[in-house]
Structures are given as C-alpha cells and as structure tokens.
C-alpha cells in the first residue's frame, strides 16, 4: 500500500503540469482576442444596405468568387487554391450589412480552410473454392480532401483591399444639377426731367 501511495504523486503532479499548459495555451489566445476600436473588420459605407451588399457581390464576383449566398443583408462567396498536389486550400468570405442612420455598416470575415490529400487503399477479395474469400493487396485508392487547419485572416492589408475594391460597385452619388444663374435685373430707366417750353409771343416789344 505504501509503496503505491508513492507511485501516485508523480502522476498526480503530471496531470497538474499538464492542466496548467492547457489552461496557459486558451489564455494566450483570449488575450490576443483584444476586441479593440480598429475597423479592419467593418467600414461605413453611403446607401442602404441592399446596395452595399449588392457591391459586395459584385466585388466577389470580379475577383472570381462563387456565391453560396447572396441577400439584402448578407453575402457569401468562396474561392478555390491549390498550392501542391495534394494540399487544398479555400477562402470563405462571409459579408454582413446593416443600416447605421442613412448609411449602411458592412462585416467582412475571412476563413481559410486547408485540406490534405488522404489515400485508403482498399484491397480486393477474390473467392477460393472451399476457403471461402480472400482479401489480396491489390485493388483501388479512395482518396479523399481531409480538412487539417481552418483560421480567420487577420491581416488588415487584405480587408483594406476589398473595401477599396467595394468601394468602385457603389453607385456614384447624384450630383445636384447646377441652379440656373438669375438674368441680372435691367436698371429703371432714368427719368427725363421735361423742360417747360420758351412760350414766343407775338407781342411787339414796345406794348410790352
């Protein structure tokens, strides 16, 4: 009995280490989620928000997105890569629109997702007379895209890019048509004084 109470602490004193890493490792990644005042996630566009999320279709599909989802409030597009063989990669954009006042509020979340190749060889049985089936190392490959890691960019380069990219689908504000300029007024004409007229009188200037 003694001999086994011994053998406990250092398991016991493992499994301690063992939590306390854990709990260091989901406290690193907490703390670098600062939820701080940045907008490298969200911009305030002009308009409501069907017209902001009808650009955010349009600059997906210029830049050769296919649309999962597309509505007056929300927008969703991925984008395929393959940078070997057998790795896989997908970009997932997920768009949100809200009204803020007379404008509109766009969300834009980026996930990427990366696949490997993963091969199952499957073996091929063949019947033996009286030993019934027997499996033989030869047959087909059943390979399959297995998803190994899947994060959110973060890097704020990329959404100022789209936003900007956004920012060419937005209807261009109306111009005002310019107010005609008023004809300038014609001054009064000046009024003519009348001079009285010399009366000539036919009076001899001697009975004047």
Request: hydrophobic share 40%; charged share 20%; aromatic share 6%.
């Amino acid at each position: 009995m003694r001999f086994r109470r011994v053998r406990s602490i250092p398991l016991l004193a493992g499994l301690a280490a063992l939590t306390a890493c854990g709990g260091r490792a989901a406290d690193s990644t907490l703390i670098r989620e600062s939820f701080d005042s940045g907008d490298t996630y969200s911009r305030t566009v002009p308009g409501p928000p069907a017209q902001a999320c009808e650009a955010a279709r349009r600059t997906l599909l210029s830049q050769g997105y296919a649309i999962a989802r597309a509505g007056d409030d929300a927008v969703e597009g991925n984008k395929n890569f393959q940078p070997k063989d057998e790795e896989h990669e997908q970009l997932v954009l997920r768009i949100s629109c809200a009204p803020r006042g007379d404008q509109a509020l766009v969300f834009v979340s980026a996930v990427q997702d990366r696949y490997a190749l993963k091969k199952s060889p499957t073996s091929a049985s063949v019947g033996v007379g009286a030993l019934g089936s027997v499996s033989l190392p030869f047959g087909s490959n059943d390979d399959s895209l297995v998803k190994v890691a899947s994060s959110t960019v973060q890097d704020a380069t990329f959404y100022r890019r789209f936003f900007e990219r956004l920012q060419q689908y937005l209807p261009a504000a109306a111009v005002p048509e310019p107010t005609p300029a008023a004809a300038p007024a014609t001054a009064p004409a000046a009024a003519v004084e009348a001079t009285p007229a010399t009366v000539v009188s036919d009076t001899p200037a001697s009975l004047r």
